[in-house]
């Protein structure tokens, strides 16, 4: 098991059209790590994946670019947003990966869905959006192969996209936003390794970058 701390935006709690294009949005203007970060993962596998599941899998930035990174592999994208999974669907035939692409509507409060076992789980900025993230982990730890590998993604800090005077009314206007997301405890959880431990993963890797 590997994980990786990286700034991301969060995941609102509903699914339409209005969060699939902020993370899309989210993608364009962050999503520059997936590229190195995939490339990474690669590294960590003992084997050429053959199966490889996107948890949480949102548009598919994350998914088609598994499938692009691992041209032998099958990957599946799963969410509990149909809406979302039909985006995945659209993206991969618009990308010519329809073939090795397939989605899995689940809701992973409810349970693990049956897809067959993975070489590669990945869980980017999703495990945050789960009720009971122990009983999830355990689920991927009995989802995976021998040897196989999770990668947790998650953000450990608010990232900076603006100036401190923005021009327009007073400086700070960022600083704000994160205090007030800090208040409402966005980050609950900064870092996932006593969870994996506790649940069964060996941590092999731990990046912050």
Do not use: K
């Amino acid at each position: 098991m590997a994980q990786h701390s990286h700034h991301h935006t969060a995941h609102a709690h509903h699914h339409g059209p209005a969060l699939a294009d902020l993370l899309d949005l989210d993608a364009e203007v962050l999503g520059s790590y997936l590229e190195p970060l995939t490339e990474w993962a690669g590294q960590h596998t003992r084997e050429t994946p053959r199966r490889i599941v996107d948890v949480g899998a949102g548009t598919g930035v994350g998914t088609l670019t598994l499938a692009r990174r691992f041209p032998s592999a099958e990957v599946i994208a799963i969410d509990r947003s149909e809406f979302m999974l039909e985006r995945v669907r659209t993206a991969a035939l618009e990308q010519g990966l329809a073939d090795r692409v397939s989605v899995v509507q689940a809701d992973l409060d409810v349970a693990w869905p049956a897809v067959d076992a993975a070489d590669v789980v990945w869980a980017a900025s999703s495990l945050h959006e789960v009720s009971d993230p122990d009983r999830v982990l355990r689920d991927m730890h009995g989802a995976l192969n021998p040897d196989g590998l999770l990668i947790v993604v998650e953000m450990d800090t608010l990232p900076r996209l603006l100036p401190d005077d923005v021009g327009v009314g007073r400086p700070g206007l960022e600083s704000r936003c994160h205090d007030a997301l800090a208040r409402m405890n966005w980050n609950s959880h900064p870092n996932w390794r006593s969870h994996l431990e506790h649940t069964g993963f060996e941590v092999v890797e731990e990046r912050f970058q």
